[in-house]
């Protein structure tokens, strides 16, 4: 997957999270809470096609890393059923 995809959720010196696309300068979001951060981000993983989400803990440590898949717009079909 491209790098310019993926998307750090990190958390300012203000206390508001952040959701930045790691090639960009400027924040995509800034939201209340590390949750709210990380559901943004993951649904803009999904629209541009997939990528990485890594999360970091208030003391700025990587606390996870999540492969996001973009939808298979062809599944396969079930033909046992």
């Given amino acids: ?3 310019g995809k ?3 959720v990190y958390r300012r010196d203000d206390g508001a999270w952040v959701n930045k ?3 960009a300068d400027r924040a995509s ?3 209340h809470t590390q949750r709210e951060a990380e559901q ?3 649904g803009m993983l999904r629209n541009q096609g ?3 989400l890594t ?3 208030v003391d700025g440590k990587i606390r996870s890393k999540d492969t996001i898949a973009h939808p298979d717009p062809n599944p ?3 033909r046992e059923h």
Avoid: I
Wanted: proline share 4%; hydrophobic share 15%.
């Fill in 1 to 3: 997957m491209s790098k």
């Fill in 6 to 8: 993926d998307r750090t």
């Fill in 21 to 23: 696309r790691n090639d």
């Fill in 29 to 31: 979001s800034v939201h």
């Fill in 40 to 42: 943004a981000a993951k």
């Fill in 50 to 52: 997939g990528g990485e």
């Fill in 55 to 57: 999360t970091k803990g």
């Fill in 76 to 78: 396969p079909k079930d």
